[in-house]
């Protein structure tokens, strides 16, 4: 067998030649891959991520080795729009990798996207997981599920609704109502229910809180294991992370103290929100940009990037990793993203209006 990752200095048609082979050939499991015609200008892409180097770094190799093209990965903890903004029109960087729905709103209101049309991506993407200007992508998808106290909670099943009911005045924790993950949820609800139905409901999970909010999604499953609170939302692959944590194995004692509800199971569904990606503006590299975009929106590198962390593919019929899988049946709520980026403000000001990062009412 060729190794095409080894042919990199080979004419552009060779190299999809080869391309073509190794697919054919099979050796790499990427049947739902089909690559597009394309003149690339050049052998690379460039890549600036808020995902840590290491998660995505299977993925690009896999993907370098099946199409030539090297990968040279930026990781950013913050002010990727700032710095793309400021690099202006030599700006380097041809594909964002983020997660969040409001970083990929964010950096389209920024103006540092270009719209994208694929006929791969839309067919290996579902519509409600992209933006319909074609600026943003999702790839994997985050539920945002309820964590709740195993000795102390007895149900099985929960909707969003009922943490407004007070039968759980003073039981329910979670992080910041301004954190991108919450507004998200609310934002969704605003959708799902209308303004004023959100509100009502966002009022009364506020009186029921434990606690201001605080921290971050694993700080709520503490708080479980240490009796603050019995129910807390959280995005369901720290799960994953918690029952893993070589590093900090008291997390998995945190892991322990919690089972997971999936909210909504039996109706609309769980609010899930994205991890996505988006062509840069000013892409230098484009036909390599919307090469590397076809790759990562198939059903394999869909599998490869949830694998690394811990989430669910967006294609029908590719899986997430077993110990997500036994966590139970994710029914994802089917309401578009951009719904949700377009109630993202709405949620914003409503959490101020109740006042709800001012913890339970006295
Ligand atoms: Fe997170």
């Known amino acids: 067998m060729e190794n095409c990752a080894g042919r990199a200095g080979i004419a552009r048609t060779i190299k999809y030649h080869c391309l073509h082979l190794t697919l054919a050939t099979g050796i790499v499991a990427a049947s739902a891959l089909v690559l597009p015609t394309l003149s690339v200008a050049g052998g ?73 049309t694929s006929a791969v991506i839309s067919n ?13 992508f999702g790839v994997t998808t985050r539920a945002r599920i309820v964590y709740a106290s195993k000795d102390r909670v007895a149900q099985d099943a929960i909707t969003y609704e009922e943490l407004a009911d007070p039968k759980w005045r003073g039981k329910i924790c979670t992080r910041s109502g301004q954190h991108d993950y919450t507004i998200g949820l609310i934002a969704s609800m605003i959708a799902n229910l209308g303004a004023e139905k959100a509100e009502a409901w966002l009022t009364g999970v506020r009186a029921n809180l434990a606690r201001k909010p605080q921290g971050n999604d694993r700080a709520q499953a503490k708080a479980i294991f240490s009796g603050e609170c019995d129910i807390a939302l959280g995005n369901h692959y720290y799960v994953g992370q918690m029952i893993t944590n070589e590093k900090e194995p008291e997390q998995k004692e945190w892991a322990a103290a919690i089972k997971v509800l999936f909210p909504n199971a039996d109706g609309r569904g769980s609010h899930v ?85 001012d913890g339970p009412s006295s």
């Open 273 to 357: 929100n994205i991890s996505g990606m988006a062509m840069a503006a000013n892409a230098p590299n484009r036909d390599n940009a919307l090469l590397l975009m076809n790759y990562l929106s198939s059903g394999p590198a869909q599998e490869i990037y949830a694998s690394q962390v811990f989430e669910y593919p967006v294609k029908d019929g590719f899986s997430p990793v077993p110990l997500i899988a036994d966590l139970g049946t994710l029914k994802a709520d089917t309401l578009p993203i951009a719904d949700i980026a377009k109630y993202r403000k709405a949620a914003s000001e409503m959490v101020d209006r109740v006042g709800f990062n």
């Open 124 to 136: 290996n993407i579902p519509v409600h997981y992209r933006d319909p200007a074609g600026h943003w």
């Open 44 to 116: 690379e892409v460039n890549i600036y991520s808020y995902r840590q180097p290491e998660l995505i770094q299977p993925l690009l190799d896999n993907f370098t080795a099946i199409s030539g093209v090297e990968t040279n990965v930026v990781f950013l903890n913050k002010g990727l729009v700032e710095r793309v903004r400021s690099e202006g029109r030599n700006s380097p960087v041809d594909v964002i990798l983020t997660v969040d729905i409001g970083r990929l709103d964010q950096a389209q209101a920024a103006g540092i996207t270009q719209s994208v």
